[in-house]
């Protein structure tokens, strides 16, 4: 097993220095939006659309940094800013909103106002802060979220900025995913806010896919990787019939798995050591944004009890989540409400299938144990599944 002394660069927002086989389409987007000073009218939208795992998450942040750049070499002051969220675990045009306020307020639940008022709220900071932005909204997929409030709040601020208030700082949106869910996600808003034609991305050839994983894993582990790590990563992508998201997320979970019986789990890593149907709880109770403890442990009571085993105590529950903000995975929040007045709130920072975890029953209580996970217990959100590094399934 290779030891990854720079794991960082497996993330999945990493945005590698020089994007493979996709120098001309980042190219494209800046040209688009023509930064510093556009010819063309607000908006400046661009969207770029592509199959999974061909790169436009890739192409829109790296074209976003370079527009950055291009802002900072003509001495942009106040300095300029990248906004990015991924919408795919976002709920509706709400989520989002609430995902770019938090930008300004980390502490902000949308949850209880209306979309038009958070949007309102993000407008006036972007106008208060008064620095140029590029903003991203990634994984757009079919079904997805409507982009229609966001993209009209960002053609015309000034119906939700207050009197006396009126423009913005130059704004650039960057739109990414598949075509059919960009062309839904804005069809409400053209043409008065044209974004076609798109920069369309086609899948990877198979030698590309493997020069990006030799490259993210020569990153990775600071030299040149075995070449049967590469092929065999490479052929199974290949067979799946899946692009360069999978295939980094299959070389994540083979840089940063268990190396044998009784491996330590370094958690600046990202390695988590935490029973499966913990995991479960959290995607139950939060479904992919934010939980209160008392629903997680609620919903791992009766896991544990269709499994046949005791549920965790209070103390070691609290335990696993420790685990898991120290990863990085989740934050623990003292919000207002409930019956002593606060409640606590687990927010999640990281998508539960990107986290990396190992099944340890280690610390746990004799009777306590793990047993196979049966189906989807009634009355419970489907949760998401995610494989841990000891190639567990979780459901």
Do not use: K
Not at 270 to 299: K, M, T, W
Not at 366 to 384: D, K, N, Q, S
């Amino acid at each position: 097993m290779l030891a990854p002394t720079n794991p960082e660069v497996l993330a999945n927002d990493w945005v590698p220095p020089v994007p493979l086989a996709r120098e001309r389409e980042v190219l494209e987007v800046v040209r688009r939006l023509d930064p510093p000073r556009p010819s063309a009218d607000r908006p400046w939208i661009v969207g770029v659309v592509g199959p999974a795992g061909s790169g436009t998450s890739t192409v829109a942040r790296r074209a976003a940094r370079d527009c950055v750049d291009r802002l900072r070499s003509a001495s942009a002051i106040p300095p300029p800013r990248t906004i990015a969220v991924r919408t795919a675990l976002l709920r509706g045009s709400h989520g989002v909103a609430s995902a770019l306020l938090r930008q300004f307020d980390e502490g902000f639940d949308g949850r209880g106002f209306p979309t038009a008022e958070i949007l309102a709220g993000w407008l006036r900071r972007l106008r208060r802060d008064a620095r140029p932005t590029v903003l991203v909204l990634d994984d757009v997929g079919v079904g997805g979220v409507d982009l229609g409030p966001i993209l009209r709040a960002i053609g015309d601020p000034d119906r939700f900025l207050p009197e006396g208030e009126s423009g913005l700082p130059p704004l650039w949106t960057i739109l990414a995913g598949t075509v059919d869910g960009l062309t839904t996600a804005v069809g409400e808003v053209e043409p008065r806010y044209p974004v076609r034609p798109f920069v369309t991305l086609g899948p990877y050839a198979e030698p590309t896919l493997r020069a990006i994983v030799l490259d993210r894993a020569e990153r990775a582990c600071g030299r040149r990787p075995p070449s049967s790590l590469v092929d065999r990563i490479v052929t199974r992508t290949v067979e799946d019939g899946s692009g360069a998201r999978r295939a980094i997320d299959l070389l994540r979970r083979e840089l940063l798995g268990v190396r044998g019986p009784g491996a330590t789990l370094p958690e600046q890593l990202g390695r988590v050591e935490i029973e499966p149907r913990v995991v479960r709880a959290i995607g139950a109770a939060s479904q992919g944004v934010s939980a209160c403890l008392g629903d997680v442990r609620r919903f791992e009571a009766e896991i544990a009890q269709r499994q046949g085993v005791r549920p965790l105590p209070t103390t070691t529950l609290w335990r696993r989540l420790v685990r898991l903000e120290r990863a990085g995975y989740v934050r623990r929040e003292i919000r207002t409400g409930g019956s002593g007045g606060t409640r606590s709130v687990l927010r999640l920072l990281t998508p539960i299938d990107e986290w990396i975890t190992v099944a340890s029953p280690s610390g746990t209580p004799r009777g306590y144990g793990e047993a196979v996970a049966p189906g989807p217990m009634a009355g419970a959100p489907e949760a998401p599944r995610l494989r841990s590094t000891d190639g567990l399934t979780v459901d």
